[in-house]
Structures are given as structure tokens and as C-alpha cells.
């Protein structure tokens, strides 16, 4: 079994962009304590490369008129380079009238229905980052998807959908599971590559895994204070070819994306 760790590849990243000093607005409209945590981490990170972060943080009932504005007032402001809201959202604001109204030359993590249309055309430029991360862990590790199986649990705006699409342009054969998918366990053990982003802690054990499959866990969960992924570790460790770890897998790389995507959208070419 291999072990796919994020933070080589994450260092990659790293070694290919170029600190600038810019400013970010992050939106957290949020108590969910991976959310919280890992807005510590990368926040913490982005001041390694000159990025200051203005948070700006919201009780969970504001409502969506109230967001739209704050979101409307940073777009003009020449001070904020980027804008990017954490996730999730409360149940009562539409994701969709908040990535719209984020203008595309400050959307951080290519939420905007623009920039996520330009995946269907095969020309991303900003990518959302969790979504990217996989692609960056796969090219990194050389794991070819062209034709191979690949089996996508979760459909998020954020991760899901984008990440099928970018697998779909490297010419993989995706299928999506999501929470009405029947007979589950009978497509994930067709899967040469299975990726996991149901958001449910030690979710996925080997019931669900075709012995020598490649697991790409995104799940970031807490038992006890302690981060866990989807997939149960020790329960499939035996029988994979190769795995990601949780945590040290695609969550530094996300990170690294994110700031990469911050310095792109500073250099006032989006289009």
C-alpha cells in the first residue's frame, strides 16, 4: 500500500508561485469546527506569502440580503484583491445568490458561475480548490485517470461537481454517488479510483472498496477532537494499492491551491 501524502505535493505548489503582498476578505458565517480549523491553518499559511486576510465574521442568521451587500461593498473596494466565503452556508441562503454576485476578478474559489462554466469548456483558469487538489495529488503521483473507473461519492457545488468535470476533461469514465444512489456498495466496488467526499466519519470501509483501488479521501470529520476522514483507514489499509491520509492528504494541497488561485486573480488576468 502507498501512501499518497498532500504535503509533497502541496510543496510543489509552493515552489512555483511567487509571494505578493495582496489582501483577501474571508466570510465565515459558520460554528462548524472543521470549517473553523482549517480557516486557522490557512490563514496562519497565507502570511508566509504576503497575504493578509480581513475575516469577517457573521452570526448564522443573517439573511441573504444582508451577505449580498457585504459581498457588493468588498467588490469595490480596491484594497481587497480577493473575496472567498467559507463553507458551509446556513440552510436559508442559496449558494448560488452568493457565488454570483462575487466578481469573477476577486473570485478566490471559482464559486462564480463563470468561472465554473469554464470548466465544461475545458478552460478552467480558477478552480475551485478542494477539486483541484485531486487533480494536483493524482498528476504528482502519476496515477493516470484515462479510462479508468472513477467513482465520485458527494455532488457539492465545491468539490462534487467540479472535480467530475475536471476528471471527465482528463478523460476518465465518472460516475457521482450522492445520498439517493442505490446499490452504493455495488458501484464503489466497481471503482478503480474512489473518491470520497461524503462527509461521514469512517464511512467507507472495505465493503465498499475493489481490492487494489486507489482511495482519494477529502472527508474531514472529528470523533473526539480528533480529525478523521471518510474511509476507515485501518479497516481498508490491507487491501488498497494506495490511499490518502486524513489529516496530511488532500487538505494541505487545498490550501496551497487557495493561495495559488489568491495570487492569480491578483494578477488582473481572469479571462
Known sequence: MEILSGKPVAQKIYERIKPKPIKVAILIITD????????????????????????????SNISEKELVLKIEELNKREDINGIFVEMPLPKHIEPLNIFSKISISKDVEGLNPINLGKILYNQEFIVPSTAKAVIELLDYYNINVEGKNVVVIGRSIIVGKPLSLLLLNRNATITICHSKTKNLKDITRSADILISAVGKAKFITREYIKENSIIIDIGTNY?????????????????????????GGIGPITTAITIENCLKISSNYWL
Not at 480557516?39 to 486576510?53: A, G, H, P, R, Y
Not at 476522514?229 to 479497516?235: R, T
Open 32 to 59: 462548524d469546527m472543521s470549517a473553523i480549523t482549517y480557516l486557522k491553518s490557512k490563514v496562519k499559511k497565507f502570511s508566509e506569502f504576503q497575504i493578509q486576510s480581513e475575516i469577517i465574521s457573521f452570526d
Open 223 to 247: 470523533i473526539d477532537n480528533k480529525l478523521v476522514g471518510d474511509v476507515d483507514f485501518e479497516d481498508v489499509k490491507d487491501i488498497v494499492k494506495a490511499i490518502t491520509p486524513v489529516p
